[in-house]
């Protein structure tokens, strides 16, 4: 199905993360994949030595990560979307190699108001707080695009696709906040890009609303046991798997189809229940 397609995935921490399901089935179906993970970057400036540490070995665990699960020779590439230099950084690498690619997983977010599963109130949450959320979690798609099609490296008719949650639509079990105003945010990016892209490019864009997930370390920071039980409990078919998210996110990226500005869920039907 992706014979000769490329596709960049982001998002990717360990071998749990979701990202790296949906890297397998590409693969799995013949297809490309470049993945990018947090780490240093010729731009980043005074970081203290504990930041250093972090973003060190948050690399080291994302390329080892790839390199035992997807193939010694998969590349991987230094992205942090926060900075416009990175973004542009891995740009011109992809220029530098000819390689263009056929579309993306935008699978980042980061909430700093999110602590030891505690959520901070709303009314709490700082400007600056909210901007890197919003930053991180939903405009890094639209910086990333850009970037992407500014090189001329993303292929007419590719196919992007982000993960969201129900969170976005309404409040639920977990009280999330801040992160569900940006992933609220990033389903209204999908939709306006589908409409901007698809008309100039043929690109498609889509999301997907996936269920509560432990296994990933953003479900470790966020979530309890209790929350995925009582999803489990309340969707009508259960929690949905990570195998089952890599499905239909490979069905949204496959070459030459006519689906696009979705709010997909894959989550055992629990947004069906009031």
Do not use: W
Not at 182 to 195: C, G, N, Q, S, V
Not at 265 to 271: E, I, P, R
């Amino acid at each position: 199905m992706f014979e000769g397609k490329t596709y960049i995935i982001t998002g990717i921490a360990d071998k749990h993360s979701l990202a790296m399901y949906v890297a397998k089935e590409i693969i799995r179906n013949r297809g490309n994949v470049i993945c990018t993970g947090l780490g240093v970057s010729a731009h980043h400036q005074n970081l203290s030595e504990n930041a250093l540490n972090f973003l060190n070995k948050s690399y080291e665990l994302f390329e080892s990560s790839v390199k035992e699960e997807l193939g010694e020779d998969i590349e991987t590439y230094v992205l942090d979307v926060t900075l416009d230099e990175s973004i542009n950084d891995f740009s011109e690498a992809l220029k530098t190699k000819h390689q263009t690619v056929d579309g993306l997983l935008h699978a980042i977010a980061m909430d700093k108001t999110i602590r030891n599963k505690e959520v901070k109130p709303l009314l709490e949450v700082t400007f600056n707080e909210f901007c890197d959320t919003m930053h991180v979690s939903a405009f890094s798609l639209v910086t990333l695009v850009s970037s992407l099609k500014h090189h001329d490296l993303l292929n007419n008719g590719s196919s992007i696709c982000s993960l969201s949650y129900i969170a976005a639509q309404k409040v639920t079990f977990h009280p999330y906040r801040n992160i569900s105003i940006a992933k609220a945010a990033l389903e209204r990016i999908t939709i306006e890009l589908a409409d901007e892209l698809g008309r100039k490019n043929g690109i498609r864009v889509n999301c997907v609303r996936f269920s509560p997930y432990l296994g990933s370390k953003a479900g470790t920071a966020t979530l309890n046991t209790s929350d995925v039980e009582h999803a489990e409990h309340k969707s009508p078919l259960g929690n949905a798997l990570p195998q089952d998210l890599a499905y239909e996110v490979t069905h949204l990226l496959r070459p030459d189809a006519r689906i696009t500005g979705e709010i997909r869920h894959v989550d055992g039907g629990y947004n069906i229940v009031g």
